[in-house]
Structure formats: C-alpha cells, structure tokens
C-alpha cells in the first residue's frame, strides 16, 4: 500500500533539507573551489607565503585597478579564501575537511562555528535563551491555566458556590427565576475572583516560577539551601531534637511519595495518624504497608 500523500510530501521536504545542508565538506569554505588554488599556493605553505600570493593577486584582480567583471568575481573567491587559510584556526579545520570528506555534519559545525562563534557573547545568547524559553513557558502556563480554569466553571459545583456567594453578597435575597446565564456580568467576574479555585495540573502562573528567574535566583537557591541542610543536620542529628510538625510531615510525606498538593487534601486526622507512624523510619513503613495489604484484601 503506499504511502499518505501527506506522509509522502513529508519525506520529500525532509530530503530536500539534507541535500541544502548536507553538501561537501570543503564546499562551504570556497564553494566549489580549492582555497589553496585560488590563492596559487601548495597545502603545505607557510603564512608568509600565502599573504605575498593574496596581495600580488589582489592587486591584479581589485575591482578599481581591473573592471572586468569576472575579475571582480575572483577577487571575492581570492578574498574568501585568504580569510579562510590567514586564520590557523579556520585553517587546520579545512585541512581536516579535506582529508576527511565524509564527516560532513562535523566539518560543517566546525566551519560554522568558527565562523559565528567569536562573533556572539555567550552571555547574550545565554540571556537571550532564557527570555524566550521564559516567554515560552509563560504563555504556555497562562494557556493550560485558562483551559483548565474555563473546565471547572462549567462544573455544577462551581456554579453551586458561585450561587451560593452571591446569595451572600446579596444578604439573601436572588431572583430565583434567573438562571446561571442571566446573572450580571460584571457581578459574576467579581464574584469569580473572590473564589479560591483548585485546579490540578494547572497553578495560576507566576513569574516566580519561570525558567529566567529560577536562574537569575539559583545562587540565593542554593544557599538557601545549604542553610536548611545545615539546620537541619544541627537540630536533628547532633542535638537529636525531636521533629516539629512541619519537618515531620515532610518526612512522612517523601516517604510515602506523596505530593504537596495531595497532602494538602488530606483531612487533619488522617495526617496526624500518618505523622504519628513516623513513617520514614523502614520498619514502621513496612509494617504500614504491610497494613494497608491487609486492609484490601479484606474488602475483596
């Protein structure tokens, strides 16, 4: 069976790709054309001798002591070549492409790179990285955010609690013969911010959470860090203090591999019952486990 037209045009685009880049590995120094031989010197000359030949020959092909046309065309191919083989750098690496034609994906990043890499502030390419991955992930949060958000309105528990808000922004007192579409608009906006809506998957965006200001925050990061590690270590292996509730919790929930949010959810006697396991101890873990097998075999 062949192929979808579409799968076929796809193949097609993505080959004529690689015949534009993919191309001789000497090609993208001087074209079609030898360096060395534009500039009439053997491989394994010197520098001195590659500078007399360029000027000798750009004297004679410079486009205000020669107008002919094809003349002005050798002068850019000669020009071209001597900045090529003037570089020791730049140079060595045509050497290399020359002796190594089939490598091509790495003589041509090495020609590339040469070529454009001095010229570009690794910070500014950084920093430049880091806005647009930024921007990126900022729109992409507002988007699931909005998506998520517009979902829960649709839930007849959200309409549940935004009726029941407005009865109490109103003392009481609705028209009960107003259904959900026919409450103000702008009442219903307002009414809309005042409620606190949990969406999983989706926080509400924050600049604080973009990849930019991570970054820029990373060393304030990490010492804030090793200054609770180090708390940490003082209060709780040297000076054996019992764990507060917060740090207790903590433990418990690492053990259990259980997310913040989900902790969250949990009632205050269930997460008391779980702290007081001391679950990030192995035994009291096993057996907790071990408990909780039981537990569902016996509701089977």
């Not at 054309?33 to 000027?55: M, P």
């Not at 609770?228 to 292996?237: A, C, D, G, P, T």
Request: proline share 4%; hydrophobic share 35%; charged share 30%.
């Amino acid at each position: 069976m062949a192929p979808p037209a579409t799968e076929r045009w796809c193949w097609a685009l993505i080959l004529l790709l690689l015949s534009l880049f993919v191309q001789s590995s000497t090609a993208i120094y001087c074209g079609a054309e030898d360096c060395y031989a534009l500039l009439g010197v053997a491989q394994d000359a010197n520098a001195s001798d590659i500078k007399r030949s360029y000027y000798k020959l750009s004297l004679k092909h410079h486009p205000d002591k020669n107008p002919d046309p094809e003349s002005k065309k050798l002068f850019v191919k000669i020009a071209t070549a001597y900045e090529i083989l003037k570089d020791n750098e730049t140079r060595s690496q045509y050497d290399y492409a020359i002796e190594h034609p089939e490598e091509v994906f790495y003589n041509t990043a090495q020609y590339y790179r040469a070529k454009y890499g001095h010229k570009s502030d690794p910070r500014a390419v950084l920093v430049g990285l880091l806005v647009v991955l930024s921007a990126f992930q900022y729109l992409n949060n507002v988007a699931r955010y909005n998506e998520a958000l517009a979902t829960v309105k649709r839930t007849p528990a959200y309409k549940n609690r935004l009726k029941a808000l407005e009865l109490e922004r109103t003392g009481g007192v609705s028209n009960k013969k107003k259904g959900p579409k026919q409450i103000d608009q702008k009442l219903q906006e307002e009414l809309s911010s005042e409620l606190d809506l949990q969406i999983k998957g989706a926080e509400k965006p924050s600049v604080w959470d973009l990849l930019g200001v991570r970054f820029i925050l990373l060393p304030y990061t990490i010492i804030k860090l090793l200054a609770w590690y180090s708390s940490w270590v003082w209060r709780y292996k040297v000076k054996k203090a019992p764990y507060s509730w917060e740090d207790a919790s903590y433990l418990t929930r690492r053990s259990l591999g259980v997310a913040l949010d989900a902790w969250n959810n949990l009632d205050e006697y269930k997460k008391e019952d779980l702290v007081q396991r001391r679950l990030w101890e192995k035994q009291n873990l096993e057996n907790y486990f071990a408990e909780m097998r039981k537990e569902s075999k016996r509701r089977r």
